[in-house]
């Protein structure tokens, strides 16, 4: 790669610093300039890590090396991950951090393309834009995922998926922060091998915030997930209702 850009040209129209060259050929984003705000950050660090690792096969190896490992075991990741971290953060942001870089570096290579870009419309390298001239991505949780890998299910599958990802996601609930760094690649896993999106920025922040938040976050995965299994199912109602009807 021949650059990237760099975390503090996410929300400023201020040219960006420069970058420095990593072994292996990613490009490094600095760390000077303007901060910018943590969501924008999230989001910035997560198209990145899904186009270098789509364009640099040595820094993908690097990041899927840190899958379930702790951040004392992850020296291959740190020329990678390190640029990105904010200044002013908790031991659990930056191990957030580690693990969704290495989650999105697990997946199968067809399926990094970024949130909220279609193949061939990815962030391109050194790519600037003031944050007040691009619109902002809805968010989705890791529930509204886990309901999409129900409502993808072809026939009898989607049963058998229902239960799945109900159970899934109420073991991920009921974890503390270490169970929850320990059961979440595998669930991630899952959803990436029915070809279900997961939103990248949104997880590494309930990720790096889970300690002080997970009753908020799990009420609302859990929220989400049956909010949409209910309206799936009213809508399934409604079809086989006029489909009656159109018989008789």
């Known amino acids: 790669?021949?650059?990237?850009?760099?975390?503090?040209?996410?929300?400023?129209?201020?040219?960006?610093?420069?970058?420095?060259?990593?072994?292996?050929?990613?490009?490094?984003?600095?760390?000077?300039?303007?901060?910018?705000?943590?969501?924008?950050?999230a989001q910035a660090f997560t198209d990145w890590v899904v186009q270098v690792c789509r364009e640099d096969p040595g820094a993908r190896s690097?990041?899927?090396?840190?899958?379930?490992?702790?951040?004392?075991?992850?020296q291959r990741m740190h020329r990678l991950v390190a640029p990105w971290l904010p200044e002013q953060r908790s031991r659990d942001v930056e191990r957030a951090y580690y693990a969704v870089a290495a989650m999105i570096a697990a997946q199968p290579r067809s399926s990094l393309v970024p949130a909220g870009h279609r193949a061939g419309n990815a962030?391109?390298?050194?790519?600037?834009?003031?944050?007040?001239?691009?619109?902002?991505?809805?968010r989705t949780s890791l529930g509204t995922s886990f309901a999409m890998a129900v409502a993808e299910g072809p026939g009898r599958e989607k049963e058998m998926r229902a239960g799945a990802a109900e159970s899934r996601l109420n073991i991920l609930t009921r974890q503390g922060i270490n169970g929850l760094h320990r059961h979440l690649p595998a669930s991630v896993g899952y959803l990436r091998t029915l070809g279900v999106d997961v939103?990248?920025?949104?997880?590494?922040?309930?990720?790096?915030?889970?300690?002080?938040?997970?009753?908020?976050?799990?009420?609302?995965?859990?929220?989400?997930f049956y909010r949409l299994?209910?309206?799936e199912s009213v809508g399934q109602a409604d079809e086989a209702d006029e489909r009656e009807l159109a018989e008789h």
């Open 62 to 74: 690097a990041l899927r090396s840190g899958l379930r490992k702790d951040l004392d075991s992850v």
């Open 199 to 224: 939103d990248w920025a949104q997880l590494l922040e309930d990720l790096g915030h889970w300690r002080a938040r997970s009753g908020r976050i799990s009420r609302v995965w859990l929220q989400d």
């Open 123 to 138: 962030v391109q390298p050194g790519e600037q834009e003031a944050a007040r001239d691009r619109p902002r991505r809805l």
């Open 1 to 41: 790669m021949s650059g990237t850009p760099p975390p503090a040209a996410q929300d400023t129209a201020t040219a960006p610093p420069p970058t420095a060259a990593g072994a292996g050929g990613a490009a490094i984003p600095g760390q000077s300039g303007p901060r910018p705000r943590q969501d924008s950050r």
């Open 229 to 231: 299994r209910s309206k």
